[in-house]
């Protein structure tokens, strides 16, 4: 009876790694009538031009969130987001942070944690785009 026991328990705790489910996808469906187009590195970017705007606004999506964090490191994708905001970038041979860099550029900027995404955003003139843009590329090469 002990020896169905053990093999019955095997085969329970064998199924249980075998059929790991699939992961999901986690591609951001967009349906827009601006521009979209990906890179060739996997990069989506999507241009949503507003004609009477008087501000920009630049989302950067990261397709990972706090379903990823490892069992016993729950918040780390949170920390990661604090910590890449933080992280420190050289501007004409000036160490300086993404955070200072977006204080100079845009108007406001956040970041938030979701189950499955990491979203940076940031609100600035027009004229700030390209420096807003920078920082985001800085922030995405971090590291």
Known sequence: MSRWWGAAVAVVLGC????KPPDPDRRLPV??????????RGYRFVVLPEENANVIRV?????VGAIDDPVGKEGLAHLVEHLLV?????RDGVKT????????????FNAGTT??????????????LEDVMRVEAERLTAG
Do not use: K, N
Not at 59 to 63: K, L
Not at 100 to 108: D, I, K, N, T
Not at 115 to 128: C, G, I, R
């Open 97 to 108: 942070s993404i955070e200072a860099e977006l204080g100079r550029a845009a108007l406001s």
């Open 115 to 128: 189950a499955d995404y990491t979203v940076y955003e940031a609100l600035a003139l027009p004229p700030a």
């Open 16 to 19: 249980g790694t075998l059929l």
């Open 31 to 40: 349906q827009t009538t601006g521009t979209t187009f990906d890179s060739d």
């Open 59 to 63: 989302d950067v999506r990261y397709p």
């Open 86 to 90: 933080g992280v420190e970038v050289t």
